[in-house]
Structures are given as C-alpha cells and as structure tokens.
C-alpha cells in the first residue's frame, strides 16, 4: 500500500470514526460507564487504601489502578454492544469502506471514549497531590498502561459483538469474556496447576500485564502484548465481518 492509497484508506476510516464518537458520546452508557470508573475507583483507593486514616493512610496509586481493570468489565461493554445492531450496520454496509475499515473505524470509536472515561479519574492523584507526596512516574506509567488495555478491551469488545445477534447478549458475552482474560491469572491460587499453565494463565491475563504499570514500572514486554493482542482481535473481526458480508456467518 503507497502512500496515497495509505492516505485515502485513512480518510474513509476517519469518516465512521468520527460517526461513532459522536454516536456514543450522544448515548447514557459512555457517561454511566464514566461515572462507575471514577466513582468505582476513587472509592477503592480512599477507602481501601484508607487514605484519610491517619497514620494509616498510603499515597500508592496502585489501589486506584487496580480497580480498572476489573470496573472495565462492566464500562468497556457498554461502549461496543451496540456498534453492530441490525439498523446501524447495514447502514455501515452501505458505504464504500472494506471490512478493515469498518472494524478499525469502530474500534477507533470506542477506544477514544474509553480513554475519555479515564479523564475524570485524575482528580484521584490530584486530590493526593494535595495531601500527601504524588509519584509522577507512577502517574504516567499508570495511565499509560490504561490506555494500553482499553486499547486491548475494545478489541475483544469489538470481535465479540460482530457475532454477537442482539445488545444484551453482546453486552453479556462481552463483559463474561473480559472477566475470564482478566482473572484468568488467579487460576492458580485455587487449583494446582503445572508451571507452564500458570505462565499461561498470567501471559493470557489482560489485568495481570497491567500490573506492572500501575506500580510505576513500563515492561515492554507487555506493551507488546497489548499491541499484538488488539491487532489481532480487530483482524479476526475483519474476517468475521467479511464472512458476514459472503453469507457464510
């Protein structure tokens, strides 16, 4: 692919992207989503980390980080289920875009509200800036990392709402599937596994890559994971699309 070609390819993708931002930013969920992440959060790192207990209190952004994860279970869904409802997608059909452009065009979507959703949660560190001493490395590597598995969970959110038929059961299956690649990790502290089995289990966990990042520390190896994890899922959903598309699905 030229340049040019690369160049057009990118404004017909723009184009849904910025049909789909403004479709969410329009909707309940993105605000419901945002108000359960901040709330969700905050709650977990002043009350569980018993921030205002004197002498008892700690600065560590890990509780706040944390809880992403796992509060992205119910938030990240709520961005995808509807991006292939009947009405909508043929809608989408009938424009000139290939099914790349499609799925990275909606992808786009909802990746830019998740990253919205996390504004909010700034007055977290800022409240403790105020209080107490605020690690700013820790800061940026948190938020880093939490763009880095929103980018991974719209992904999955994506592929799994392409087969999936109706809302609720694309909210459902997405948010049971987010769950599973998040807890996969704790497998091992309830079942005996092999050593290799609980590599595998940690390496598949979308909330165990992010761990590192919430302590202040950026681990390539998983920016890379979620690098090739979320290619991977929207080209799976592309194929999906075009079976779709062929009547084969």
């Known amino acids: 692919m030229n340049m040019n070609r690369l160049l057009c390819w990118w404004k017909v993708v723009l184009v849904l992207y910025k049909k789909e931002l403004k479709l969410l930013l329009s909707k309940s969920p993105f605000y419901l989503a945002t108000v359960l992440l901040t709330v969700g959060g905050a709650a977990q790192f002043f009350l569980g980390g018993l921030f205002f207990e004197q002498g008892l209190g700690t600065t560590d952004l890990n509780f706040f980080f944390s809880a992403i994860p796992f509060l992205s279970i119910l938030a990240i869904p709520a961005l ?3 991006q292939w409802e009947a009405g909508g997608f043929l809608f989408d059909e009938s424009l000139p875009l290939s099914e790349s452009q499609l799925v990275v065009g909606k992808w786009l979507g909802a990746f830019t509200c998740s990253c919205l959703m ?56 997405s948010g049971v599937t987010l769950a599973i ?19 595998l289990c940690q390496n598949l966990s979308f909330a165990w890559h992010f761990d590192s990042a919430g302590k202040g520390i950026i681990d390539s190896r998983d920016m890379v994971f979620y690098l090739v994890v979320t290619v991977a899922l929207l080209k799976i959903a592309a194929g999906i699309l075009k079976a779709r598309r062929r009547g084969c699905l």
């Open 181 to 199: 690649f998040n807890s996969i990790h704790l497998l091992p502290r309830f079942f005996s596994l092999s050593l290799w089995l609980r590599q």
């Open 118 to 173: 996390l504004v909010p949660g700034i007055g977290v560190p800022i409240t403790v800036s105020f209080f107490g001493s605020l690690d700013l490395a820790q800061f940026w590597a948190g938020y880093f990392g939490m763009g880095l598995f929103m980018a991974a969970g719209c992904g999955l959110g994506v592929l799994l709402c392409s087969v999936s038929p109706g809302v609720v059961s694309a909210y459902l299956l």
């Open 80 to 82: 995808t289920m509807g």
